[in-house]
């Protein structure tokens, strides 16, 4: 399967955000339906070759203290008191 090649970001959190995509790198396999070499003969609907793409190659540009949005909201959420 193919993989995303992104730069990213490292949070203080501990995640990486991929900020975005440079390239896909090809795994030029005949049944993988990303690939250029995609090659089982099928309409892409009848067509049940590998649709997913393999994990990221994570490109980390930058790091940062701040955490990503998905576990600061969750901590504000958890921890902050509900506004009425
Ligand atoms: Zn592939
Ligand atoms: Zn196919
Ligand atoms: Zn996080």
Same mark, same amino acid.
């Given at each position: 399967m193919c993989n995303a090649r992104t730069q990213g970001i490292q949070k203080g959190c501990g995640h990486y955000v991929a900020i975005k995509t440079i390239e896909v790198i090809d795994c030029g396999r005949p049944n993988c339906r990303h690939s250029a070499h995609h090659a089982c @003969?099928? +309409?892409r609907s009848a067509c049940a070759c590998a649709k997913y793409? @393999?994990?990221d190659v994570e490109e980390i540009v930058r790091t940062e203290t701040?955490?990503?949005d998905h576990? +600061? +909201?969750w901590y504000e959420g958890k921890g902050a008191p509900r506004k009425r």
């Open positions: @003969g099928r +309409s793409y @393999g994990p701040a955490w990503c576990c +600061s +909201s």
